[in-house]
Each structure stands twice: as structure tokens, then as C-alpha cells.
């Protein structure tokens, strides 16, 4: 496992080392691999870039696209941009922490479902909109979270 | 080249999308009809016309046919390739529009270089790098009149003359595409639709500023827009129109890509530097403005995505046509995301000077339900709430300051009646504390302090001096914090406060929401008249609080009522009122 690793962080070292300012791009890329950032993997990065370790987490927990905790099998991308705050966004919210007894930025104890609630997704014209993983809804009423969540797995 | 394009759409909101079925019978009939090389449909993601029906759009005349029956496709087919309108069947054409940034978006194949250049692109980078020195094009956007497109709207030719003035081994130019704020989009439209159109904004940049290396900053939240990018830069290193020696000229440029990753302080130039350079998005004290000492201490200039639209528009058509459009002091167009609670919301790109009225109610086609509009907010967190006595101002940067708001990057937001100005002003200033960086004092604690205020406004647990309170927090915030968005945090509250003060003071004195939106001062009720007793609210009620039995009938007690609405929610009798 260390192994694998020291080779990933390695490789993504390599990649970005000649380039100012490669913090943020090789967390990007952890992330996207990883799904978050986790903590044995920033010890290694900061061994090998020779930052402290401190500097790392300064800026994982300053940027809110970054994560250190595991996410859940599903994202749940519930929108609170404006349009989407006038037209009932925190009543889908709500709806969502109800049923899943989850707040925003939590996990389902059985690692089913990640509650988050983002700013813009950018199809206002939409209003109000959730996404589940790649999957966007649209025009959506609070009566039909129940049937939208029971299509990407179970509500248990 | 097709003579026409038609782009395909079902925008209706049930769950069976019949794009797919259209586009083959069209397909089919285009084939039979042998009108393949004239005529092509094109299935679009998005069409900017939302819960339509079936919607088919014409290009290059830009006729657009909505709700369409299924009998109706090869009628429009035909009227397209006899050069026709379907009378009756299409609707009017908005002509309020003029389209400079958007002037691709959704005509060309945003993948394909060569689609671009048969649109005329790269020909004003061309005539930049081969017929004028950098000092002229700099004098081109001087007389274009070009304004920064992200909010603030510093002169771009100023921006691009400091940055050239100072003498350094290297300077850098970035195209800021950080678009965070909520409700906007226009962004990415561009960056998704037309990117080269920004590349070559970008590196016409570069050139008069003398740069030799640039940076696209796009938000992790936008990966098809990053794509795009990156595939419209390597198309472009791949023509010789990036790299060394572009198009034989002795200027060389090299772009990369850099992600934002979630923190709206990073649209502010010196926190978006900060975070290029890998560290956390803090801003920093200006001057040194970034001109003189930006990125890694070198001259920097930061340009929005739609600036750079325009620049090359202008290189392409010459200032003169450019500055026709607009105001004395506001020239060209502004792309607006036009949402909320209007009838047709989606992207319009209008001429500036336009008035607020036309384009809600010419474009945006009023409120959806027809209620009366309240206010529009312009230039979201940073901006103001614009009651709707002032609709008739005429847009521009000056008019828009003048009424407390800015025009900021481009959103829009129409709100009806049943919006509370409280409640919005809340929104907008949870947002600014939830982004708040931390660095400075009047924006890290000003921004919490006023927002414990707006909540106790909103609870009816406010007192008349509360709004003195709130007055003196926003001016010391706007004098005191250390950028924009701690200056700028306050507007939505000093606006909803100086055009709708009686609402605050029916929220304070009565205890009153008149929009019935802040939930803490409602009161739900059993309309007895009306109720079947069916049980169904007391089932649903969390906390216990509608006693009674089938027999005697059903009460809310208001000690233990939380507002939670559900009762109202499942009524099927209207029979709980909401006061």
C-alpha cells in the first residue's frame, strides 16, 4: 500500500515539478482520483515537494471544491444559487435531510449517499435543480425527491 | 457549409425526451428529400429556451419555432430550404438582441478550429501581430471603449497600457473564467460555445501587453468548459497560432490552464493570482496594483472571458462598428443571465443603454405567474435590488452604480411579489460571510454581525435601531475591507434597506412578512369551513401540535407550531391558511 503510494504521488511529482505553483493542480488531480484528498497521501506530497505539511491543509480546507473525508457512493448536488433559492431550493434540502438524515457536506452511514449543497450549477433556467452523480433534475418538486433517490440506490 | 442549420431541442420537463426521435425522422426526411447537403439538424444540449416543447431554431436567420406538433418538423424543414417563415408557427424574433460574444455560441462546432476560422476568427489576431504595433492595438480598444465585463468595468485599453508601461523580463497575462457568482452563466457559455474566440481575446492580450505566458484560471465546477479549453489550446499550438513565432510574427506565447477550486473570493484579481501561485485564495493591498506587480511580483493583466470576446470581435470588425453600439460611456453589449421568477429566462446579449423594462418584459416575457414584478437584482452578491419604479433606467455602469447596485458579471434575478426583500438580503450576505476569506476584520466580522441582525429581522425578534446598526456596519465595511468583496458585501442589504424600508419596519414594528416568505412570521390555521377532517395534517405535524380527532375537527396550537408548512403542504382541501 505505501508502495503504491510513494509511485502515485511520485508520478504526479514528476508531472507538475518543473511548473510554479503546482499545489492546487496535483490535489485536483488527487481528488479526481481519489474522490478526496486523504491524509496519507498529502504526507507523502509534502515529503516530496518539500512543503510543510501544515501548508498543504492550509489550502485543502481554504478552497471548498477540495474534501478529506471519504465521499459517499452517490453525490447529491442539491442548488442554492439564487434562482434556485427563489424557487424552493432549501425546501429540497430539507426534504433531502429528512429523508437521508444527513446534513449538507455529510455522508449516509452506510457510504450510500454525499449530501452537498453548491452554489451555481449553471442552468438557472432550470430552477430549482439537483444533480445526482452526472445525472441533472430539472423544475424539481419536493414530492418527487423520494422517486428521484430511489433511482440511484436505496433510501434505507 | 451548410446553407442552414437547424438546432433541436425537446425542452419540455417530462421525463421521455423525444430529441432523439425527431432528430432521426428528420434525418429521414432531410434523405428523401435529398436535402442532406443543404440543410443540417443538429441536436443541442441546450437551447436557451426552457419547458417549450419541441424547439427548433433556424440559423443563420435565427427563426425559432417552439411547442412544436410532431406534424410540424419537416414543415419547418421545407420552409427552411425554400428560405422561408412558417407565419403563425414561428415566434417573433427578439430584436432587441445584438449578439458580439455570443456571436458563435451555437452556430459553430465549438471543437473544430476550422469552423472558427470560417467565421473570420484569428483574423484580428492576424492583423494585430502583422499590421499594428502592440501600442495600436492598445489604441483600438481605446477607441472601441471596451470596459472590463466582470463587474467593475475599468477600461481595458488602461488595464493593458499600465501592464505595457512597465519594464520587466517577463509579464503574464490571465483570462479570469473563476465565474462563482450564483445565478450566472454567461461564462461558461462562451468558454463551452465559442473558446477559441477567448484564446485569441487572450493572446491578442498578451501581445500588447508584451506577455509570453498565459493562464486560463476556469473553475473545476465547468469540466466541459475545461475540455473545450484545452482542446481549442492544443488546436491552437497545433496551427502555429500559440507557441513560437505565431503566424511568423516574432512573437511567441505559451497558455496553460490552471483550476479554481470553490472560493468566489478568487474572481478578485489579487486572491486569483495567490491561488495561480498554489497558495490559498487571500487577497492582498493594492496598489501594487497587478499591472505593476501581479503574478510571482511580474506585470499581470487579468481579463474576464467576456472582455476577451470582445477583443477579438474588435480586432475582427474595427473599433468604429464596436463603438457604434451602447452609451456615451458604455460601449457595446452585456450578456445577462436573466432568471428568477421570469417568463423566459436564459442567456440575451443586448446593447447597453437598453432599458431594464425591455428586457424584462420585451425579452424576459414578464413574471411566470403573471404576478407583478417586484425588483430586479443586478450583479448578484455585490450588488443591488432595483425596485421596479426604476425599470426604465438605462442599463450602463453608471446608471446602475448611481441606483446602489453595479452591473457585475451579468446576473439578473426578476423577483415577483411573493419574494421577501428580507430574506434576499439575507441570502446575499450568507453568501459574502460563507466566502468571506478571513483576512480582514471588517469583512470577517461585519459580515457575521450583520447577518445575526438580518436573521433577528427576519424572526420579528428586531429592534427600529437594528437598521441603524445595519447602516453603520455597511459603511464601515465598505470603507475598511481589504477588496471588493468585503466593500461590495453590504449592497443588497443598503439597497433592499433604501427601497423597501417598510418592509424591514413591518418585519420590526408588526412582526409582519408581507411576502409571507420568513417562515418565523406566519401563522398557519385550520380553516374550519373548509376542512373534511381528514387527519392527514395531524399525521404529517413533527411536533404534535394539531390536536383534535375525526369527530371534533382539527386546531393548530400556536405555542407549539414550528412553521414548518407541512400541514399546508398536504392538505388536499385547501382547507390550512397561511397568515
Known amino acids: 500500500m505505501e508502495q503504491k503510494i510513494s509511485i502515485e504521488?511520485?508520478?504526479?511529482?514528476?508531472?507538475?515539478?518543473?511548473?510554479?505553483?503546482?499545489?492546487?493542480?496535483?490535489?485536483?488531480?488527487?481528488?479526481?482520483?481519489?474522490?478526496?484528498?486523504?491524509?496519507?497521501?498529502?504526507?507523502?506530497?509534502?515529503?516530496?515537494?518539500?512543503?510543510?505539511?501544515?501548508?498543504?491543509?492550509?489550502?485543502?480546507?481554504?478552497?471548498?471544491?477540495?474534501?478529506?473525508?471519504?465521499?459517499?457512493?452517490?453525490?447529491?448536488?442539491?442548488?442554492?444559487?439564487?434562482?434556485?433559492?427563489?424557487?424552493?431550493?432549501?425546501?429540497?434540502?430539507?426534504?433531502?435531510?429528512?429523508?437521508?438524515?444527513?446534513?449538507?457536506?455529510?455522508?449516509?452511514?452506510?457510504?450510500?449517499?454525499?449530501?452537498?449543497?453548491?452554489?451555481?450549477?449553471?442552468?438557472?433556467g432550470l430552477a430549482p435543480v439537483m444533480m445526482i452523480d452526472e445525472k441533472v433534475y430539472g423544475k424539481v418538486k419536493k414530492s418527487e425527491i423520494m422517486d428521484i433517490l430511489s433511482k440511484h440506490g436505496s433510501t434505507d | 457549409m451548410f446553407k442552414k442549420t437547424i438546432l433541436l431541442k425537446d425542452t419540455s420537463f417530462s421525463p421521455e425526451d423525444k430529441t432523439r426521435d425527431v432528430f432521426t425522422r428528420c434525418l429521414d426526411y432531410?434523405?428523401?428529400?435529398?436535402?442532406?447537403?443543404?440543410?443540417?439538424?443538429?441536436?443541442?444540449?441546450?437551447?436557451?429556451?426552457?419547458?417549450?416543447?419541441?424547439?427548433?431554431?433556424?440559423?443563420?436567420?435565427?427563426?425559432?419555432?417552439?411547442?412544436?406538433?410532431?406534424?410540424?418538423?419537416?414543415?419547418?424543414?421545407?420552409?427552411?430550404?425554400?428560405?422561408?417563415?412558417?407565419?403563425?408557427?414561428?415566434?417573433?424574433?427578439?430584436?432587441?438582441?445584438?449578439?458580439?460574444?455570443?456571436?458563435?455560441?451555437?452556430?459553430?462546432?465549438?471543437?473544430?478550429?476550422?469552423?472558427?476560422?470560417?467565421?473570420?476568427?484569428?483574423?484580428?489576431?492576424?492583423?494585430?501581430?502583422?499590421?499594428?504595433?502592440?501600442?495600436?492595438?492598445?489604441?483600438?480598444?481605446?477607441?472601441?471603449?471596451?470596459?472590463?465585463?466582470?463587474?467593475?468595468?475599468?477600461?481595458?485599453?488602461?488595464?493593458?497600457?499600465?501592464?505595457?508601461?512597465?519594464?520587466?523580463?517577463?509579464?503574464?497575462?490571465?483570462?479570469?473564467?473563476?465565474?462563482?457568482?450564483?445565478?450566472?452563466?454567461?461564462?461558461?457559455?462562451?468558454l463551452e460555445g465559442d473558446p477559441h474566440s477567448v484564446i485569441e481575446g487572450l493572446i491578442i492580450a498578451a501581445y500588447a501587453v508584451g506577455a509570453s505566458k498565459g493562464y486560463f484560471y476556469i473553475r473545476a465546477e465547468y469540466p466541459l468548459a475545461v475540455e473545450r479549453i484545452q482542446k481549442a489550446i492544443d488546436q491552437a499550438n497545433a496551427a502555429g497560432l500559440l507557441g513560437k513565432n505565431i503566424l511568423?510574427?516574432?512573437?511567441?506565447?505559451?497558455?496553460?490552464?490552471?483550476?479554481?477550486?470553490?472560493?468566489?473570493?478568487?474572481?478578485?484579481?489579487t486572491a486569483l493570482i495567490a491561488s495561480i501561485e498554489g497558495r490559498r485564495g487571500t487577497p492582498r493591498p493594492r496598489p501594487p496594483y497587478p499591472s505593476v506587480k501581479g503574478l510571482w511580483d511580474k506585470p499581470t493583466v487579468i481579463n474576464n472571458v467576456e472582455t476577451l470576446s470582445n477583443v477579438s470581435f474588435i480586432l475582427l470588425k474595427g473599433s468604429e462598428q464596436f463603438a457604434s453600439i451602447g452609451t456615451e460611456k458604455s460601449k457595446g453589449t452585456k450578456v445577462f443571465a436573466v432568471t428568477g421568477k421570469v417568463k423566459n429566462s436564459g442567456l440575451v446579449e443586448v446593447p447597453m443603454g437598453i432599458t431594464l423594462r425591455e428586457i424584462v418584459y420585451d425579452i424576459g416575457g414578464g413574471t411566470i405567474s403573471g404576478k407583478a414584478v417586484k425588483a430586479v437584482q443586478t450583479g448578484g452578491p455585490s450588488g443591488g435590488v432595483i425596485p421596479v419604479d426604476a425599470l426604465d433606467t438605462q442599463v450602463d455602469y453608471e446608471n446602475l452604480q448611481k441606483l446602489g447596485s453595479i452591473m457585475g458579471s451579468g446576473g439578473m434575478i426578476v423577483m415577483d411579489e411573493e419574494d421577501c426583500m428580507v430574506d434576499i438580503a439575507k441570502f446575499y450576505l450568507g453568501f459574502c460571510v460563507d466566502e468571506s476569506c478571513g483576512k480582514c476584520a471588517p469583512c470577517r466580522i461585519g459580515g457575521y454581525q450583520m447577518l445575526e441582525v438580518l436573521k433577528r429581522v427576519a424572526?420579528?425578534?428586531?429592534k427600529?435601531?437594528?437598521?441603524?446598526v445595519l447602516r453603520r456596519i455597511s459603511q464601515a465595511m465598505q470603507k475598511?475591507?481589504?477588496?471588493?468583496?468585503?466593500?461590495?458585501?453590504?449592497?443588497?442589504?443598503?439597497?433592499?434597506?433604501?427601497?423597501?424600508?417598510?418592509?424591514?419596519?413591518?418585519?420590526?414594528?408588526?412582526?409582519?412578512?408581507?411576502?409571507?416568505?420568513?417562515?418565523?412570521l406566519s401563522n398557519y390555521a385550520i380553516i374550519q369551513e373548509k376542512c373534511k377532517r381528514c387527519s392527514l395534517c395531524q399525521?404529517?405535524?413533527?411536533?404534535?401540535?394539531?390536536?383534535?380527532?375525526?369527530?371534533?375537527?382539527f386546531t393548530i396550537v400556536q405555542e407549539k407550531c414550528i412553521k414548518c408548512g407541512r400541514c399546508l403542504e398536504v392538505c388536499k382541501f385547501k382547507a390550512v391558511s397561511k397568515t
Open chain 1, 9 to 124: 504521488i511520485k508520478n504526479l511529482v514528476d508531472k507538475w515539478k518543473s511548473k510554479e505553483g503546482n499545489l492546487i493542480m496535483i490535489l485536483h488531480e488527487i481528488q479526481n482520483h481519489h474522490g478526496y484528498v486523504p491524509r496519507e497521501l498529502s504526507l507523502e506530497l509534502s515529503q516530496m515537494l518539500d512543503v510543510p505539511l501544515a501548508r498543504i491543509y492550509e489550502v485543502i480546507t481554504f478552497y471548498n471544491f477540495f474534501k478529506l473525508t471519504p465521499p459517499g457512493k452517490h453525490k447529491i448536488a442539491v442548488c442554492m444559487g439564487t434562482a434556485c433559492y427563489l424557487k424552493g431550493g432549501q425546501d429540497l434540502i430539507n426534504e433531502v435531510k429528512n429523508i437521508l438524515h444527513i446534513e449538507p457536506g455529510q455522508t449516509t452511514k452506510d457510504g450510500q449517499y454525499y449530501l452537498d449543497m453548491v452554489r451555481c450549477l449553471g442552468c438557472c
Open chain 2, 30 to 190: 432531410l434523405r428523401e428529400k435529398q436535402l442532406e447537403q443543404d440543410i443540417q439538424v443538429v441536436r443541442v444540449a441546450d437551447s436557451g429556451v426552457y419547458g417549450q416543447g419541441l424547439v427548433m431554431k433556424v440559423l443563420p436567420d435565427a427563426t425559432l419555432y417552439v411547442n412544436l406538433k410532431d406534424e410540424d418538423v419537416t414543415r419547418v424543414i421545407d420552409a427552411a430550404a425554400q428560405n422561408k417563415t412558417i407565419e403563425g408557427l414561428a415566434l417573433k424574433k427578439a430584436p432587441k438582441q445584438i449578439r458580439i460574444v455570443l456571436r458563435n455560441c451555437g452556430k459553430i462546432d465549438p471543437e473544430s478550429l476550422e469552423e472558427y476560422i470560417a467565421t473570420g476568427g484569428y483574423v484580428g489576431l492576424k492583423k494585430a501581430l502583422l499590421e499594428l504595433t502592440p501600442d495600436k492595438v492598445i489604441e483600438e480598444m481605446k477607441k472601441a471603449g471596451l470596459r472590463g465585463r466582470g463587474g467593475a468595468g475599468y477600461p481595458t485599453w488602461m488595464k493593458w497600457k499600465f501592464a505595457r508601461q512597465v519594464v520587466a523580463d517577463q509579464k503574464f497575462v490571465i483570462c479570469n473564467a473563476d465565474e462563482g457568482d450564483p445565478g450566472a452563466y454567461m461564462d461558461r457559455s462562451v
Open chain 2, 248 to 269: 511568423g510574427s516574432a512573437f511567441s506565447l505559451d497558455l496553460e490552464i490552471r483550476l479554481g477550486a470553490g472560493a468566489f473570493v478568487c474572481g478578485e484579481e
Open chain 2, 459 to 462: 424572526n420579528g425578534q428586531a
Open chain 2, 464 to 468: 427600529l435601531e437594528d437598521m441603524t
Open chain 2, 480 to 520: 475598511a475591507s481589504l477588496c471588493g468583496l468585503g466593500q461590495t458585501a453590504a449592497n443588497p442589504v443598503l439597497s433592499t434597506m433604501k427601497y423597501f424600508e417598510s418592509e424591514y419596519k413591518q418585519h420590526i414594528e408588526n412582526k409582519k412578512c408581507p411576502a409571507g416568505k420568513c417562515s418565523a
Open chain 2, 539 to 553: 399525521k404529517n405535524c413533527p411536533v404534535e401540535a394539531i390536536p383534535g380527532s375525526r369527530e371534533d375537527g
